[in-house]
């Protein structure tokens, strides 16, 4: 008895390490879910950007209308597309629209949240407040983590000029 004790008690400790990582990856609110939210290190004064997969758990459509953050004076959704060898970034000013069951995600050298003129630095191990705002699910409250350049996967672009 006391043996199986042992070994549920361990095993029970191992289950909380595993499922206890020092942030979360995933945000949940009312039917979406923001997963792995970063950002990149940029200037005070400067521009910065914000990366994440958002997925539509509705069952019906829903439309990302805006992200908002106090660490910039102004915050777009862009899309990034290359014409021509060159890349050009548009806003959405219609926001996102998510299918039911869409899920999309921002990434370096597509979709990106545009950070416009930081009134803060954003450095490495940063955690930056944002909040994205959908027509039917609501406010879904994120921390974007900012991580180096290099940390990027293989292939990823990096370069956002404006
Ligand atoms: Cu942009």
Same mark, same amino acid.
């Given at each position: 008895m006391?043996?199986?004790?042992?070994l549920?008690a361990?095993?029970?400790? /191992?289950?909380v390490a595993?499922c206890?990582? /020092?942030?979360?990856?995933?945000? /949940?609110?009312?039917?979406? /879910?923001? +997963?792995e939210?970063f950002? %990149?290190?940029?200037?005070q004064?400067?521009n910065? +950007?914000?990366?994440f997969?958002?997925?539509n758990?509705?069952?019906?459509?829903?439309?990302?209308l %805006?992200v908002?953050?106090?660490? @910039?004076?102004?915050?777009?959704?862009?899309?990034?597309?290359t014409?021509g060898g060159?890349? %050009?970034?548009?806003?959405?000013?219609?926001g996102?629209?998510l299918?039911a069951g869409e899920?999309?995600t $921002?990434?370096?050298?597509?979709k990106?949240v545009? $950070?416009?003129g930081?009134v803060?630095?954003l450095?490495?191990?940063?955690r930056?407040? @944002?909040?994205?705002? $959908?027509?039917? @699910?609501?406010?879904a409250p994120?921390e974007?983590?900012?991580?180096? %350049?290099? +940390?990027a996967?293989?292939?990823?672009k990096e370069?956002?000029a404006?």
């Amino acid at each position: 008895m006391f043996r199986l004790n042992t070994l549920l008690a361990a095993a029970a400790l /191992a289950t909380v390490a595993a499922c206890a990582p /020092a942030q979360p990856a995933t945000y /949940a609110a009312a039917n979406v /879910a923001v +997963a792995e939210p970063f950002s %990149r290190p940029a200037p005070q004064g400067g521009n910065g +950007a914000g990366f994440f997969t958002v997925s539509n758990n509705n069952t019906g459509p829903d439309t990302l209308l %805006r992200v908002e953050s106090p660490v @910039a004076l102004r915050v777009e959704l862009h899309e990034t597309s290359t014409e021509g060898g060159v890349m %050009r970034m548009r806003e959405l000013k219609d926001g996102l629209k998510l299918k039911a069951g869409e899920t999309v995600t $921002f990434q370096p050298g597509g979709k990106h949240v545009m $950070f416009l003129g930081l009134v803060r630095p954003l450095a490495v191990g940063d955690r930056i407040p @944002a909040t994205l705002v $959908f027509e039917r @699910a609501g406010r879904a409250p994120i921390e974007l983590t900012v991580k180096a %350049r290099d +940390a990027a996967p293989a292939g990823g672009k990096e370069e956002h000029a404006h």
